[in-house]
């Protein structure tokens, strides 16, 4: 373990409310990506980063946003515009030069109460 | 964009038999096809991957072939262990700028002893 850290690891959000979650990595990789964890629907890309400073919109992309200040870091925000916004995400991390391995963080379970 | 579609969304098979999952993708342009094991409660991990150039790749008893005039390729898994109890996820890419996954929905394996 170790090199991608997503935290918390569960997180409970009231209605309305925004919430960030933390992904970090330390394998000096260039590009990140949120994944949406639900059953039965695979990973879905929410956002990716290929450079600092840079991001483009995944598949499912609204009600989200993302910053990349760092290299290492990747925070995931959940708006309140996001109509269903509980689910599995996943954090991960890759050289980002042409078909190279993603690794992935372990998670972070947002629920919304 | 990219999609990928995988068959079937559950397997079950007597340990010692094979398992066989099957993808499917849209885009022409992908050239790297990558499978990701993920066990109950962990972190997807990449456990083989095939890029374009090659129709067949193996690692002890897993493989994957690749048919890119069909645009499918497959896992095989040959001699089932307890352990290959997993989720399994294919994904695909392009390369030069454009690396962001896309997965399958994933297909639940259950090795029956």
């Known amino acids: 373990d170790g090199g991608i850290t997503q935290s918390p690891k569960y997180l409970f959000r009231k209605e309305g409310q925004n919430v960030t979650l933390s992904c970090e990595q330390n394998l000096n990789h260039d590009a990140m990506y949120w994944y949406r964890q639900d059953p039965g629907q695979g990973l879905r890309l929410i956002y990716y980063?290929?450079?600092?400073?840079?991001?483009q919109k995944g598949d499912i992309a609204e009600g989200y946003s993302v910053s990349r200040e760092k290299k290492e870091s990747f925070p995931l925000t959940v708006t309140s515009a996001q109509k269903n916004p509980t689910a599995f995400y996943l954090c991960?991390?890759?050289?980002?030069?042409?078909?190279?391995?993603?690794?992935f963080g372990q998670g972070t379970r947002l629920t919304v109460v | 964009g990219e999609n990928v579609e995988q068959h079937p969304s559950t397997l079950s098979v007597q340990e010692g038999d094979s398992a066989v999952i099957k993808c499917t993708y849209s885009?022409?342009?992908?050239?790297?096809f990558p499978w990701y094991k993920q066990e109950l409660g962990k972190r997807p991990q990449l456990i083989i991957d095939i890029r374009s150039n090659v129709g067949e790749k193996k690692d002890q008893r897993i493989a994957v072939t690749l048919n890119k005039t069909a645009k499918h390729f497959s896992l095989h898994i040959t001699e089932t262990q307890p352990e290959d109890s997993a989720v399994y996820f294919c994904?695909?890419?392009?390369?030069?700028?454009?690396?962001?996954?896309?997965f399958g929905t994933g297909t639940r394996l259950t090795i029956i002893p």
């Open positions: 980063s290929q450079i600092v400073n840079d991001f």
């Open positions: 885009d022409s342009a992908s050239n790297y």
């Open positions: 991960a991390s890759s050289r980002g030069q042409s078909n190279t391995e993603a690794f």
């Open positions: 994904a695909a890419s392009q390369d030069f700028g454009n690396e962001k996954l896309t």
